[in-house]
């Protein structure tokens, strides 16, 4: 364990998180208790803890935030105004923790929580910087999608490792979990412009990150981790 990761393991004995889990909301009323049923049902007893980053949603999400707190202490939300965007909503919400692992998910539902465990356990080996949960199938295809929807992912995924210069199998992909170190050592290099955050982090980071790729079981609803070191 590095020097900066040892510093971080005597926080978490102190009653600092272990896992901050970083969720932005646009119009995410209805999906705000949901989510954090899910994230407490898969991640049990750990030290853990949700940073909403809400970008001005007209709808409530900020209340369902603030009415969830009252059940879930551990939860924290960041409002903007005025400065939309996921990447930078992203940044901000992992800058506001202090936990040795950063999450990020999307708010609607889209994503596998059941993974968070085994993707920190990859973590917690001390092997990986990042873990991804990558949305294609062994055989290439990805589940529940058309197969025009699928061309448009796989064109835009191929242009973003050509472009990026990158080996990875899934960059567009919104569900990840990195170490504090690697993204306090990618984070000053990162544009934080649009929304594809994770190809930001591995087309920035110096040296490359080392890719490790894992694919989802041929079952409805599944993800699998992609990982990268």
């Known amino acids: 364990m590095s020097a900066f990761m040892e510093q971080f393991a005597v926080r978490t004995t102190i009653g600092i998180s272990e896992l901050t889990i970083v969720l932005p909301t646009f119009n995410e009323v209805e999906n705000i208790e949901p989510i954090l049923q899910r994230i407490k049902a898969a991640l049990g007893g750990m030290a853990w803890e949700v940073v909403f980053v809400d970008d001005d949603s007209q709808d409530g999400t900020a209340s369902a935030v ?123 290099q990162l544009s934080g412009q649009g929304f594809k955050i994770l190809l930001d982090i591995v087309a920035s980071a110096k040296p490359p990150l080392r890719l490790k790729g894992k694919h989802p079981p041929k079952a409805a609803g599944t993800l699998a981790l992609n990982s990268a070191r």
């Open 66 to 188: 603030i009415q969830a707190a009252r059940k879930y202490p551990n939860i924290r939300m960041i409002r903007r105004i005025g400065r939309p965007g996921l990447s930078s909503a992203v940044v901000e919400g992992a800058l506001s923790s202090m936990a040795p692992f950063i999450a990020v998910m999307d708010s609607d539902m889209q994503h596998d929580e059941t993974l968070l465990p085994e993707m920190l356990k990859e973590l917690k080996s001390g092997g990986y910087d990042l873990v991804v949960g990558t949305r294609y199938t062994d055989g290439g295809s990805v589940l529940g999608w058309s197969k025009k929807r699928e061309l448009i992912s796989r064109i835009a995924t191929r242009t973003a490792q050509v472009l990026a210069g990158i080996e990875m199998s899934d960059p567009m992909s919104g569900f990840f979990m990195i170490t504090r170190e690697a993204f306090e050592g990618v984070v000053r």
